[in-house]
Nanobody, 124 residues
Framework: QVQLVESGGGSVQAGGSLRLSCAASGYTYSGYCMGWFRQAPGEEREGIATIYQGRERYADSVKGRFTISQDNAKNTLDLQMNSLKPEDTAMYYC???????????????????WGQGTQVTVSS
């Protein structure tokens, strides 16, 4: 029932910025971990950032450059990407999973719902 649709991908030069958005439905704000993942051709999927109850976690590869946020009123999950590098080129996915009672912050495992992805290409 949970549905996720990403948007905002595109092509940008190194050092530039992009903001990705994920329109979410069929979920509750307080009951789900939300996250962003990415996958480049021939590589494994990488968890980038998660958010739960305002608490954020980031992969070392993007920490300090990317910011995840959640807008409850608009039912959107956003990813602000600054200082983009060519190695950031990948298909980016929005994901969600039910949170576990007592969760303080969410890791990158066991996400059950996924969007279709949006392509981000960063040129040198």
């Amino acid at each position: 029932q949970v549905q996720l649709v990403e948007s905002g991908g595109g092509s940008v030069q190194a050092g530039g910025s992009l903001r990705l958005s994920c329109a979410a439905s069929g979920y509750t704000y307080s009951g789900y971990c939300m996250g962003w993942f990415r996958q480049a051709p021939g590589e494994e999927r990488e968890g980038i950032a998660t958010i739960y109850q305002g608490r954020e976690r980031y992969a070392d590869s993007v920490k300090g450059r990317f910011t995840i946020s959640q807008d409850n009123a608009k039912n959107t999950l956003d990813l602000q990407m600054n200082s983009l590098k060519p190695e950031d080129t990948a298909m980016y996915y929005c994901a969600a999973r039910p949170s576990v009672s007592g969760t303080l912050s969410c890791g990158f495992g066991s996400y059950a719902y996924w969007g279709q992805g949006t392509q981000v290409t960063v040129s040198s």
